[in-house]
């Protein structure tokens, strides 16, 4: 492989000219890649890695199309919106036939992070108000307008909360408020925003906007009940304020039968915005928001211009292109459905032998493994779940755990993501679980009974064990870790067996 430099002085000089806070994977040990291949990721010294964790890389790594397209495009022409040019109207077109009806004005970005801001202005413009409604644990950008509205983040700093952000419970029905057992959580869910909105208006404020995930991704993989969004839908239009669904981590294909995630919802919901990104370009910068036409053209008539000059360039919309191109030609959305429903049921069968795992979630290539250390009090193994990321990267399999206490282990590979991978990745789970399991003492009901007399290994022993195995560095601080950043799995599994 061609470097400019060794691992050691990358290392070196990245600790030198690249900020303190801009962290990478598993960064005890990080792996330097050189180059990657569709589902695959090599380093420097030529190892193969699974990739598990880049929806990014949606049609796959280096995706020959792709960089055709843009390599062709780039030959001929690059230049900002401002002069005419057919790709971007084609896509414009492209887009909009993959959703509802109404949904039929674009604006191109260069992110998500740019998508979602622009879709704040866009409902602020149209409402003539400030209030946004968000999710617990959401995520929605690296901007100062979206930190804001990203308890994700800005939980963890030093700013309050604003006035004007309002946090409604995640609907989680697993760890959260109402769970499984509760007989319409939708609802339940839904009315926790009503009464945000009803709060709001009695102080005086009135709700622009309700923005969400159609699936939380940094929030642990949740997957809201059926008929939350419709019913939040309505209460948010009520209050005249528009509905905002974040695709940037879940579209285009990734849940298999629908193109759009939150289309999983039904015909009879649609939102007023929608943003996307990230996989859009399949690793080149290009993100779009799409509205409607009376919110386009109330944010028109500010008398603003919206131009951003990267956006919606040449270059930009024949990658774009050609990423629609191999979703269709490819069969793509088939695969992440017949290859998302072969790897839960995999997942789902370690699920019964492994005490580890207490649920398993997901919709296509968009899977979460929520793991536990008590069944019944749900209590989160965060420690593990850090443990498991760094020994599945020794098998060369990349996966990142995430969530509100960083114990789901998140899948969301490019969709070009195999049956014999599937398998491959959950073979390593099984054989790490086992291990990990038989350290600390725990066993499942249906692999040893609880009246069956068992030798479990000390306590003393098992940390021994763990520490001898892992490749953490406790020196890192676990509060700021995340997608598998984590790296004081030491400390934490140490604090837990001496207890």
């Known amino acids: 492989m061609c470097e400019l430099y060794s691992k050691r002085d990358t290392l070196a000089l990245r600790g030198k000219h690249i900020g303190p806070s801009c962290k990478v994977f598993f960064a005890s040990d990080p792996i330097k890649i050189v180059r990657a ?6 380093d420097e010294n030529g190892e193969q890695y699974l990739d598990c964790i880049n929806n990014v890389a949606h049609v796959g790594h280096c995706h020959p199309e ?12 690059n230049t900002n919106s401002r002069f005419l040019h057919d790709n971007i109207v084609e896509y414009a077109k492209r887009l909009s036939a993959t959703l509802p009806e109404k949904l039929s004005v674009c604006y191109f970005t260069n992110s998500g992070s740019e998508a979602n801001d622009l879709a704040l202005r866009l409902a602020q413009q149209f409402t003539g108000h400030q209030d946004v409604i968000t ?9 100062s307008s979206l930190i804001e509205i990203s308890p994700y983040k800005f939980l963890k700093g030093k700013d309050a909360k604003k006035e004007f952000v309002h946090v409604a419970p995640t609907p989680d029905t697993y760890r959260g408020k109402y769970r499984e057992d509760h007989e319409d959580p939708a609802s339940a869910y839904a009315d926790e925003v009503k009464k945000i909105i ?3 208006q009695s102080s005086g404020r009135t709700i622009a906007a309700f923005i969400a995930e159609s699936m939380q991704s940094c929030g642990g993989q949740i997957i809201p009940p059926a008929g939350y969004f419709q019913k939040v839908a309505e209460y948010v239009h009520s209050a005249g304020g528009v509905f905002i669904a974040d ?9 298999g039968k629908h193109f759009w995630s939150f289309q999983m919802h039904g015909e009879d919901f649609a939102p007023d915005i929608v943003t996307m990104g990230k996989s859009m370009g399949n690793g080149h910068p290009v993100a779009c928001v799409v509205t409607t036409k009376e919110i386009a053209e109330a944010f028109g008539s500010s008398g603003m211009e919206y131009f951003n000059t990267y956006a919606g360039n040449p270059v930009s919309c024949a990658v774009g292109l050609a990423v629609l191109d191999v979703i269709e030609n490819e069969d793509l959305q088939e695969n992440a459905t017949r ?3 072969f790897l839960t049921e995999l997942l789902k ?24 250390k008590d069944h019944q009090k749900r209590t989160p193994a965060t420690a593990e779940a850090q443990h498991i990321i760094y020994k599945m990267k020794e098998k060369r399999v990349l996966l990142s755990a995430d969530g509100p206490h960083r114990n789901v282990l998140k899948i969301k590979p490019p969709m070009c993501f195999t049956e014999e991978d599937a398998k491959f990745m959950v073979d390593q789970l099984d054989g790490i679980l086992t291990v990990l399991e038989e350290a600390t003492g725990t066993k499942t009901e249906s692999v040893t009974s609880e009246n069956t007399p068992r030798k479990t290994k000390t306590l003393k022993e098992a940390h021994v064990e763990l520490l001898r195995d892992s ?21 934490l599994l140490s604090k837990r067996l001496k207890t």
Request: proline share 1%.
């Open 339 to 341: 290859v998302g429903n």
């Open 135 to 143: 999710l617990d644990h959401a995520y929605h950008g690296h901007l």
């Open 247 to 255: 695709e940037v981590q879940v579209g285009f294909g990734r849940v």
């Open 198 to 200: 009803e709060d709001a």
């Open 349 to 372: 069968k370690q699920k019964t032998k492994h005490t580890l795992i207490g649920d398993i979630r997901g919709i296509g290539l968009f899977i979460g493994i929520d793991l536990v």
């Open 66 to 77: 792709v960089v055709k397209a843009a390599l062709k495009q780039m030959e001929l022409l």
């Open 37 to 42: 291949q569709r589902q695959y990721m090599f």
């Open 471 to 491: 490749t953490t560095d406790s020196r890192e601080n676990p509060s700021r870790k995340r997608n598998g950043m984590y790296t004081d799995t030491h400390s």
